[in-house]
């Protein structure tokens, strides 16, 4: 039996058998590696780090998407920074008033491997017509969008290293203040915070985004497959409250979601008090 073996933190590591090593590959911006197991099904890393598996994708996608899709019925355009497994497109499209998607992810091999062997996430994205793929730089992608011209961002990044390194930046959250609409909403990885490296990214993203945004929260899911299990997204937005959503609008929709539903969300903002207390909320 093989293991594919991750550092969660210094003194304590995270393992997952696998039988097949499919591919290896080092492109410009990072290492990709795919890998099939039993348990958790196709997954890849980046640079070592696990990114998405066929067991729990839905979990991630689901969180990063339908809860501003909730908060407003009236979203016609989307950014999705990153995100080249597809997963996070692929629950965007499942909303026909959506018109258009936009997808900047800056190395365009991840998205190609994810449509050979993750096709659960990648399949059918591009196909779409309301899809535009961008394979350049998300940080630059943003600087020359237009003002307020779209109602929704996703920040699907990896961490707070490497390439994901400038989507933590103030510089980076300005840029996106000004491309949303008046209603617009920004979601981002928002890390751990449970190890201390993880929670100091945290920090400091929340922190920078309480200073551009008037309206920001940070919600929780459960990651199995994620240091510690236990992570979050930033919601900021310039006029719309996470808290008060129409659930029967949503669920007109008739979305068949496997972790997403009106009553988690409510509750995936309430946070633990440690979390709060690391937040510096009240």
């Given at each position: 039996m093989k293991w594919y073996t991750e550092d969660w933190s210094e003194e304590c590591k995270f393992s997952i058998a696998y039988d097949k090593h499919l591919h290896t590959e080092q492109t410009p911006f990072q290492k990709i590696d795919f890998y099939q197991g039993k348990e958790f099904g196709t997954f890849f890393t980046l640079d070592g780090l696990m990114m998405v598996n066929e067991k729990d994708e839905f979990i991630y996608h689901d969180m990063i998407v339908h809860p501003a899709m909730a908060t407003n019925p009236n979203i016609k355009n989307v950014l999705i920074i990153g995100g080249g497994d597809g997963g996070t497109a692929r629950e965007v499209l499942r909303y026909g008033f959506v018109e258009n998607v936009v997808m900047a992810e800056i190395d365009e091999r991840v998205f190609r491997l994810s449509q050979q062997y993750l096709p659960v996430t990648a399949?059918?994205?591009?196909?779409?017509?309301?899809?535009?793929?961008?394979?350049?730089?998300?940080?630059?992608?943003?600087?020359?969008?237009?003002?307020?011209?779209?109602?929704?961002?996703?920040?699907?990044?990896?961490?707070?290293?490497?390439?994901?390194?400038?989507?933590?930046?103030?510089?980076?959250?300005?840029?996106?203040?000004?491309?949303?609409?008046?209603?617009?909403?920004?979601?981002?990885?928002?890390?751990?915070?449970?190890?201390?490296?993880?929670?100091?990214?945290?920090?400091?993203?929340?922190?920078?985004?309480?200073?551009?945004?008037?309206?920001?929260?940070?919600?929780?899911?459960?990651?199995?497959?994620?240091?510690?299990?236990?992570?979050?997204?930033?919601?900021?937005?310039?006029?719309?409250?996470?808290?008060?959503?129409?659930?029967?609008?949503?669920?007109?929709?008739?979305?068949?979601?496997?972790?997403?539903?009106?009553?988690?969300?409510?509750?995936?903002?309430?946070?633990?008090?440690?979390?709060?207390?690391?937040?510096?909320?009240?």
């Open positions: 399949a059918g994205v591009e196909e779409d017509p309301r899809m535009t793929l961008h394979f350049e730089d998300g940080l630059a992608y943003v600087k020359n969008a237009a003002d307020k011209s779209f109602d929704l961002i996703l920040v699907d990044s990896t961490d707070p290293i490497s390439v994901g390194e400038g989507l933590f930046t103030t510089a980076f959250y300005e840029e996106c203040h000004r491309v949303l609409t008046d209603d617009g909403i920004l979601i981002n990885q928002h890390e751990s915070p449970y190890f201390a490296e993880y929670a100091e990214n945290m920090k400091k993203a929340h922190h920078k985004i309480k200073a551009i945004f008037p309206i920001t929260h940070v919600y929780q899911y459960h990651m199995p497959t994620y240091p510690s299990g236990h992570w979050l997204f930033g919601f900021a937005s310039k006029s719309l409250s996470p808290l008060q959503i129409d659930e029967q609008q949503w669920q007109s929709y008739g979305l068949q979601t496997k972790y997403y539903n009106t009553d988690l969300h409510r509750g995936a903002f309430a946070l633990p008090s440690y979390v709060r207390e690391k937040l510096g909320h009240e």
